[in-house]
């Protein structure tokens, strides 16, 4: 069984990473009903796949589909790493 670390943001990460959501930062609470629509929902795994600091968009693997997130949208969601 894997370990899991502490809640962390998901700004914290390295390309590569595998996380869960355990939750969502309360100070974007507007963007929670952005991230449920795309099925990021507590309990879901994904794998960092590329960060833009020039776009401020985050790209993951979930599930088989890819799904980009704006700096906001990944700011709101609370993970834990998997080692």
Do not use: H, Q
């Not at 449920?36 to 960092?48: H, I, M, N």
């Not at 993951?60 to 890819?66: C, E, L, N, V």
């Amino acid at each position: 069984m894997s370990r899991m670390k502490s809640r962390i943001c998901i700004d914290k990460l390295l390309v590569g990473s595998t996380v869960t959501i355990v939750g969502y930062n309360p100070v974007y609470g507007g963007y929670v009903g952005k991230l449920l629509a795309k099925g990021l929902t507590v309990g879901r795994s994904f794998k960092l796949l590329d960060v833009s600091n020039i776009e401020r968009v985050l790209k993951m693997s979930s599930k088989g589909s890819t799904v980009v997130l704006s700096k906001p949208e990944a700011d709101a969601l609370y993970v834990t790493a998997i080692d």
